[in-house]
């Protein structure tokens, strides 16, 4: 870790972490089936990351950024692809597409598609 803060820096390493809990938690609702607690999980990984604490009220990035990676991944992926309104909320909607992605798509794919979405990678 020390090499990596002192060669990356450690806004790049807070980065590179939050990406790897995403990624565990995608790769448990690929094994299992179940993505609930999106929402709430990615929030909790990547708010700190674009905005400061005490805000829960407004639409979040990453919630746009997963619904566009969502719809790109599942566009291509999926002829009976519906596409998601891009509105920075993750809800229902968007759960049940994450759980459909994954389906078709390795979830470390996925991740590193929204990492690239998000300017991280």
């Known amino acids: ?20 809990r995403f990624n565990t938690f995608a790769r448990d609702a690929q094994k299992n089936g179940n993505p609930d607690g999106l929402e709430d999980k990615t929030h909790a990984v990547f708010g700190p990351l674009f905005r400061g604490s005490g805000d829960d009220k407004s639409p979040k990035v990453e919630g746009g950024v997963l619904q566009e990676t969502l719809n790109d991944i599942g566009g291509r992926n999926r002829d009976d692809w519906a596409p998601l309104k891009v509105d920075n909320w993750i809800g229902p909607k968007t759960t049940q597409a994450f759980r459909s992605v994954l389906e078709n798509e390795d979830a470390d794919s996925l991740t590193r598609s929204f990492g690239r979405g998000l300017g991280l990678l």
């Open 1 to 20: 870790m020390k090499h990596a803060t002192a060669r990356l820096g450690p806004a790049k390493v807070e980065e590179g972490l939050a990406l790897g």
